[in-house]
């Protein structure tokens, strides 16, 4: 990556709060109509429409628990700060128009460093066609914190909760998993050498694929567009942030449902079979409790199974089962291993 | 105040992080028609309806910057932090109807400090008929992080931006200004009382509306629906967060107007007046910078004076001119002086 060295460093008290967000909103533009009013006033006007339900969700990120700035590019993680929240509008089935973004910095970082979040920020937006419409920002005393929420849209009908799933759904997943657990690990490797020897040169050939799903995720947009080409409307759905067996206990558990995962069907890249075998981790496990791929995970009717089956973005993995028999792996060996939550839980302590 | 001493300390890492979320948003109840889906999904849903916008506003607090856990009880905070929100979505003249809540905690904070948290949360909710309908529950490697945002709704015709004042409109205030400010310069003094003699019992007395300004401040929704009541839309409008300068700046910026503000009419409680006095400082300087107020600051035609003249709650301080006016204070002994933005900024350097 080349860096311009020749950045100056200004200080963000020179602008002021006021200044800074101007600096840092000018020439945004709104793209959708339904965005009434953005930045500039005490609140955001969004329109309304009978047809249409907003759906809100938000993430809150902190440095040193969500983020390493020490191998997170501040564009890298702008982008990934607006992909997370875009990833759970997607996974009602709805589409996002706009965004709220807060941040609380240090005096540490100079204006050119949040010019380079802002970047990322922005070219999620502009991806994505979102509407970037308001936010706060303000000073911590620590490290940098990230807020943003997102609203979205879509028709009544076509929203899916993570509780309809239903007995013979078949599980559905999009991609593959682990990666971006795994690009985790190897970042942190990497970090860890260079620590020892400040002059070794990371070699990241053998991991850009895990390293871009740990650094720069997408959230599946074209997922949600799918599904309508397909006309397919899950049963349930739910977004892969915490790791598969959390999500699918969250659908079973709202659903009232079992469920039968099978080992062999789980979709993963071969970076993340050889890393593992490197590693010495066993990929299933990763796959299971990695989290941050921001896949999307969910259950349709059998009837629609011809529609997708084609389709190489889409891998069913199992099925749905009455609630009494519970939610289980099954192996290649044929055992039946109970699913526990082991997805990643911020609030554990070290 | 009577604490229960006897509470139990339970971590929150017995918990983890949906157990937290479970136990926190407990009993929770959604109020209004509006609020289709609230907790336990990727995102909340609200309904559209064509003849109302929707509002959204987000606020981020940080300890340390906005808040000091020495003398903010937790269940205080919890409720101001909810009132800062709804007051932005009263300045556009519309109607609160959702809060999603998103925390960061270090492990230093038991169970039993959250709930204190979300009673204050619970108790703002209740008080200003809102629905919490989401967020987010993280760690924080040092303090405690607060990210609330606030959904409202309104009619079209009825939103007030900051941008509508014309020349001549009558500038009006509601309630009394400066007292929250001196309410935290008493609190930051009996701390330092405190930290030399941990004996001493304060005497807050004498300031209990000023403490109560800082500590428990409301949002105007009454004078939201005393407008209505009024049968006046004005003209533009903004909440006095940052101080009556600052914001008197903004309406003039938006509304590419000037402003005359008349010191003499600038409305002050007794206990402000005083301690004033007992502080030696300027109780104007306080009312034009203090800011945390969360009063409504706006304009109104000159034909709508009557409806409002007799309304203890509501001051005319002043008019807005043609923009090369500039905008001034007229003081006490009729001299025009500038005004200047002092708001609290939490960007400056200290």
Chains 1, 2 share one sequence.
Not at 11 to 19: V, Y
Not at 123 to 139: F, P, Q
Not at 246 to 267: F, R, V, W
Request: hydrophobic share 35%; net charge negative.
């Amino acid at each position: 990556m080349i860096e311009d060295k020749n950045k100056s460093n200004t200080k963000i008290s020179e602008l002021g709060e006021f200044g800074l967000i101007d600096h840092l909103t000018r020439g945004i533009k709104l793209r959708h109509k339904s965005s009434v009013k953005g930045i500039g006033d005490d609140a955001a006007v969004i329109s309304g429409d009978i047809e249409l339900q907003k759906i809100i969700t938000t993430d809150l990120l902190v440095e040193g628990v969500h983020f390493d700035l020490g191998y997170m590019p501040l564009k890298h993680l702008g982008y990934k700060a607006v992909i997370v929240n875009l990833s759970d509008v997607y996974a009602m089935n709805a589409q996002p128009k706009q965004i709220t973004v807060s941040i609380a910095v240090s005096n540490r970082f100079p204006v050119e460093a949040l010019d380079e979040l802002y970047d990322g920020i922005k070219t999620a937006c502009k991806i994505y066609n979102v509407d970037l419409v308001g936010g706060d920002t303000t000073s911590s005393t620590s490290g940098l914190i990230i807020s943003i929420t997102a609203i979205g849209e879509a028709k009544k009908e076509d929203i899916v909760y993570r509780s309809g799933a239903k007995e013979n759904d078949l599980l559905v997943i999009s991609g593959d998993i682990g990666g971006a657990y795994l690009g985790l690990q190897v970042l942190e490797r990497e970090k860890q050498v260079f620590k020892a020897n400040p002059n070794s040169q990371p070699d990241l050939e053998p991991y850009t694929y895990l390293v871009e799903r740990q650094l720069k995720p997408q959230a599946r947009k074209d997922i949600v567009s799918l599904l309508k080409e397909l006309e397919v409307v899950p049963t349930s759905m739910i977004d892969i942030s915490d790791g598969l067996s959390s999500e699918i206990l969250h659908i079973c558990k709202a659903s009232k449902t079992g469920c039968n995962i099978y080992e062999d069907k789980i979709p993963l890249d071969p970076q993340v079979i050889s890393t593992c075998e490197e590693f010495e981790l066993d990929s299933t496990t990763i796959a299971m409790s990695g989290g941050e791929d921001y896949e999307l995970l969910f259950t349709i009717k059998t009837e629609d199974f011809p529609k997708i089956k084609a389709n190489p973005n889409l891998t069913v993995i199992g099925h749905i089962t009455a609630q009494k028999e519970g939610i289980h792996l099954i192996t290649r060996a044929n055992t039946k291993i109970p699913v526990i939550a082991r997805g990643w839980n911020s609030l554990q302590e070290e």
